[in-house]
């Protein structure tokens, strides 16, 4: 499973549990109300993204088929009776048996994506109306807005924000549903009309920032700490804070070796993969091939596991190689394989006066990454 996958996993099971409930009353039937209407929420967007899907599949389909003026309603994804009834007529006049599979399936679609919009107008109908987020909307200053126009203090919204799991980044269509009742408040972010869905922004998110370990333990203190304060009050949901605490600290060594396998995938691609040793053993060992009226090339034994220094280009470029460590007395010539990295284009070598050191300086440093590269040397 990739590092976008499992982010996405993670958050999305994160915001199931956390993402509804600021636990800021002593009255469990306020929040028993508020996570009912969080799950509806939650429902809501899973049923929306499905007649999303099911469009996309309708519209590929029709694509298909070869049918360009039927156009489902933007808005419902459903088609009209009128083009219903054509698509129908089409189906009994097709001869083509892939094409009409095709359009009876776009009408199986129809059905399909009908019966989910009853299913979210019935829930829209129960919930409150959402806040719709607009270009560099940020879910905290939504929530802001929602509270203070309840007539909730700063002080006090800030305290209730600060206990509810806030998306880093919103876009703009994103749904915000805001729940406020009796001192406990909750929100839950859904899709919407956005081009990508709340979980997967915020994978995306975290895959980019570096150091978001650091941020992850952070946020975890908090919330233990946080947890900590609430549990002498919060009995009755002590099983449920536990479980989610399990959670995080699963989520957290997640981010930290998805964090370690990312920083040495960097590492390897910015770097340079070379061995140095003498010419003849290298021949020997059948790493380079060394023909009499040509240069240098890579040998039989050219192998990933032959090239065991490494040089990070971010931060250095530049080699010295000395005649001890090849079991050498002096240098006399340095040969660089692959012979397509040329001297004074890709690099410059100067050896010493003395013969004993040569140093190796690399003034093209792209045609050096991630590459594989034999410093041959003889005396």
Not at 87 to 103: C, F, G, M, P, T
Not at 213 to 241: F, G, H, N, P, Y
Not at 327 to 336: A, C, H, M
Request: hydrophobic share 40%; aromatic share 4%; glycine share 6%.
């Amino acid at each position: 499973m990739n590092a976008s996958r499992i982010a996405r996993f993670l958050f999305g099971a994160l915001a199931v549990a956390m993402l509804t409930v600021s636990p800021a009353c002593k009255k469990t039937g306020e929040d028993k109300e508020i996570n009912e209407l969080s799950q509806k929420a939650a429902e809501l967007d899973k049923m929306s993204q499905k007649a999303n899907v099911a469009g996309s599949e309708q519209t590929r389909n029709l694509k298909a088929a070869g049918v360009n003026d039927i156009r489902p309603n933007a808005e419902t994804l459903q088609l009209t009776p009128e083009q219903k009834s054509a698509l129908e007529e089409r189906i009994k006049a097709e001869k083509n048996s892939s094409y009409q599979a095709l359009l009876q399936e776009v009408l199986d679609k129809d059905k399909e994506i009908k019966d989910l919009n009853e299913k979210i107008a019935k829930l829209r109908s129960v919930l409150p109306k959402p806040d719709i987020a607009k270009a560099n909307d940020s879910h905290y200053g939504m929530a802001m807005r929602f509270l203070k126009r309840k007539g909730v203090s700063e002080e006090k919204a800030k305290q209730l924000i600060s206990r509810v799991l806030i998306m880093d980044k919103m876009a703009a269509g994103f749904e915000v549903y805001h729940f406020y009742n009796n001192g406990v408040y909750g929100s839950w972010v859904s899709q919407g009309k956005a081009h990508i869905s709340p979980t997967e922004l915020q994978a995306e998110e975290k895959a980019k920032i570096e150091g978001e370990r650091d941020v992850a333990q952070a946020d975890s203190a908090k919330k233990t700490e946080e947890l900590t304060d609430l549990s002498a009050q919060k009995a009755k949901l002590l099983a449920d804070i536990e479980g989610l605490q399990g959670e995080k600290t699963k989520m957290i060594k997640e981010l930290e070796s998805l964090n370690s396998s990312n920083e040495a995938a960097k590492a390897k691609l910015n770097s340079l993969h070379y061995v140095v040793g003498d010419r003849k053993a290298l021949e020997k060992d059948g790493v380079v091939v060394v023909p009499i009226f040509a240069k240098d090339r890579a040998g039989s034994n050219w192998a990933d596991g032959v090239f065991t220094k490494s040089l990070d280009l971010r931060s250095t470029d530049t080699i010295t190689i000395t005649a001890a460590e090849v079991g050498l007395k002096k240098i006399g010539k340095v040969s660089v394989i692959p012979g397509s990295i040329e001297r004074d284009k890709h690099f410059t070598l100067t050896i010493a006066e003395d013969k004993s050191t040569a140093v190796i300086k690399l003034i093209n440093k792209e045609r050096f990454k991630n590459e594989k590269v034999v410093f041959a040397v003889t005396d």
